[in-house]
């Protein structure tokens, strides 16, 4: 399968996005953990129209006027690993949710730890937004791109620790 790559500025710094033909697989903060390295086969295609709705999207996002992401995601991992992120996309713009309450709407109430080892292997940080995940005593936890990351993405969506 061919992968597709773009670099753009964003206000959490310079972000990598990563794609198939019509999907997004990834998109990092470039100074957080857990980027990929880059792959000689990788095309770089910064008018893919994937990435050009995923730009638009992201702008919108970081303005205030989009609160929900409609770009096709296609993020790879295990089987559990793909229902904690689809569980992270049901918490509300503006909302968080516990590592415990994530780990209870995936139907495994006992998993809290997978949970956040699951969080923290997200491939497609902010539209996925595992950033809305935090300690069960409200504190901010964990986050691949980088606490002050987290704490701006939670800031930008009106929540104020």
């Not at 909302?95 to 709407?105: N, S």
């Amino acid at each position: 399968m061919k992968k597709f790559f773009t670099h753009f500025d964003s206000p959490m710094g310079a972000l990598l996005a990563i794609a198939t033909d019509d999907a997004i697989t990834d998109l990092h903060v470039v100074s957080g953990k857990y980027v990929p390295a880059m792959h000689d086969d990788w095309i770089d295609s910064p008018s893919l129209p994937v990435f050009l709705q995923l730009r638009q999207e992201l702008t919108e996002y970081f303005v205030g006027t989009r609160k929900s992401f409609t770009v096709k995601l296609a993020p790879e991992g295990t089987e559990f690993q793909k229902a904690a992120w689809k569980a992270l996309t049901q918490i509300p713009y503006g909302q968080t949710r516990t590592y415990g309450e994530q780990a209870a709407a995936i139907g495994n109430p006992k998993a809290v730890r997978a949970i956040g080892a699951a969080n923290g292997r997200n491939p497609i940080g902010i539209v996925v937004p595992c950033h809305r995940v935090i300690g069960a005593n409200g504190t901010l936890t964990g986050y691949a791109g980088g606490l002050d990351k987290k704490e701006f993405l939670l800031r930008l969506e009106g929540i104020v620790f």
